[in-house]
């Protein structure tokens, strides 16, 4: 089995995945958050997708294209950076995203992206994959999409299986995944599931419902628990409080390196924490405190009590 970290915007960009490498392992692949289409890439896609800021990961950048056309200059500047997979965004749920088409947007009109996918797969000269929601506003409207998913040589599929308007509440229809198990039985693309796995339990769980499954992309659940996807593989983690000051700090440090400021490279520390503090019981008082820090010393003041004080969720 293999376990993927999922894409976040703002989030997974190369120092937090750099730090799950370094500090726990047992992730197969890399996303990175979606690059906007671009003639050229900005300096800060440009250097989280440096190679040599990826050394230590196997990453697949993600593209999310709105028409055929804008992918094959994609694909080039891809290419020449050494990638040799990517993947395709039809599942963002964000208003800016969506009106334009793009991410989830997409999934409103399914003869547009049957004709989106004809024009990327006929052309295409490298494996790229799809990940995507269930739906717009109802999975009702999975059967449909699903049909049209079923006509392309994906290298793989990955399913969030949640309509647009749910964003991420709710629980995932579970149902819309296995209705894809069966229409893919026969199929050689691979299915990967992805959505709220948050321990070990909720692996196991999806793992035997889904059988014809060997891929889970996990994203909220590793910030959460870092050493979840170690935990899934039976991989050791010798000392897990060392191991996640080690994560943080590694997370920190980088942060300061790209940031103007030592209030951003806070600030940045939130939706790392946002999700983390779920490794602590009883965190709420000390993140919040450790959240207004304004320099790195009241940060690590408080980052020291979180880490010398609480105890660990249990695993
Ligand atoms: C802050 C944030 C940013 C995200 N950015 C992306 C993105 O750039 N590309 C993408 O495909 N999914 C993105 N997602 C969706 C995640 O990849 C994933 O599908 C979602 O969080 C559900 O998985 P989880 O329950 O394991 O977190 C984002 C999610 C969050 C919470």
Known sequence: MEIYLAPMEGVTGHIVRNAFAHNFGGLDKYFTPFVPTAMRMSKKIKRDLDPANNKDVCLVPQIIPNTAEEVPQMLEQMKGLGYTEVNINLGCPSGTVTSKKRGSGMLLYPDELDRMLDGIYSSADMPLSVKTRIGFHSPDEWPVILDVYKKYPMCEFIIHPRVRDEMYSGFPHLDAYALAEEAFADSPVPLCYNGDIWKLSDYHERAAMFPHTDRFMIGRGLLARPDL????????????????????????DGYRTIFSSEKDAVWHMKEIWANLSKSFEDSGSLVKKLLKAQTPVEYNIYLNKIFDSLELTER
């Open 229 to 252: 996807a170690a935990q899934i593989k039976g991989l050791p983690v010798p000392d897990l409080r060392a191991q996640l000051r080690a994560f943080c700090d590694e997370i920190y």
